[in-house]
């Protein structure tokens, strides 16, 4: 009779290297051995994106899927399109894309580095880290940390593809935690989701609570996009 617990594998440490081949480390069953679901997890590297051959065949190993929904998370920071083509599904879709800017809701690698256009252009010292990684059939879900510096005006999109409201640069800096669900297809992801504290980002970002300059300052921000967004709309289509 077949046992009716998932048969999850969990992943305490990823540790990657820059511009080389990330060490994932083996797997461990949790089924088998109930002792490594309460390991404690060790302290890890900051990612960064790593080239990748395109994953070829379907029914991949759990170190490989593994390595894929890290290196497309590694992606954001420093990626470029041939780094999402490697590692992203041409049907791809992000979940998270209703409060990102139009470009963001479609599918695929494009799709996907709008998403990196749209981070980084708020954030600088941009980065990732991998603390628990748990792969159970397609799906790899993996929690850690984004940190950076808000230094551009971070932009909130409407499900309509309007923007809602800006926040103003404050230069200052945040660590948050982040849980993300990364489907795999053929080697590549093609459904992504989170989970993220952001009350803690706010928080610690300096946008709550606000001060009254600092709301006229995300006002005229706010001000700045829409108008941005209205130009873009109106450009005609090369």
């Keep these: 009779m077949q046992s009716a617990v998932p048969n999850w594998t969990s992943i305490n440490k990823v540790d990657v290297r820059h511009k080389g081949a990330p060490h994932m480390p083996t797997t461990t069953d949790t089924t088998t051995n109930p002792a490594a679901?309460?390991?404690t997890v060790p302290a890890v590297v900051r990612p960064v994106v790593v080239r990748a051959a395109r994953p070829t065949a379907s029914g991949l190993d759990r170190d490989t899927l593994a390595d894929v929904a890290v290196r497309n998370i590694g992606a954001m920071v420093d990626g470029d399109l041939d780094d999402f083509v490697a590692l992203t599904h041409p049907r791809a879709v992000n979940r998270e894309a209703q409060a990102e800017p139009p470009a963001t809701r479609g599918l695929g690698p494009e799709a996907f580095l709008a998403t990196a256009h749209w981070l980084r252009a708020a954030f600088s010292d941009l980065?990732?880290?991998?603390?628990?990684?748990v792969v159970e059939g397609d799906l790899v879900v993996t929690h850690g940390t984004m940190s950076g510096r808000h230094t551009g005006d971070f932009v909130i999109w409407t499900p309509s593809g309007e923007v809602e409201r800006a926040f103003a640069p404050t230069?200052?800096?945040?660590?948050?935690?982040?849980?993300h669900f990364q489907r795999i297809r053929d080697g590549l992801v093609i459904e992504h989701w989170a989970v993220r504290d952001d009350q803690a980002m706010a928080l610690q970002a300096g946008w709550i609570p606000p001060t009254p300059r600092y709301l006229l300052r995300c006002a005229l921000a706010t001000r700045a996009a829409r108008r941005a967004a209205r130009s873009a709309q109106s450009a005609p289509t090369v």
């Design 171 to 179: 230069g200052r800096s945040f660590t948050v935690h982040h849980a």
């Design 127 to 133: 980065s990732f880290t991998i603390e628990e990684i």
């Design 37 to 39: 679901a309460t390991a």
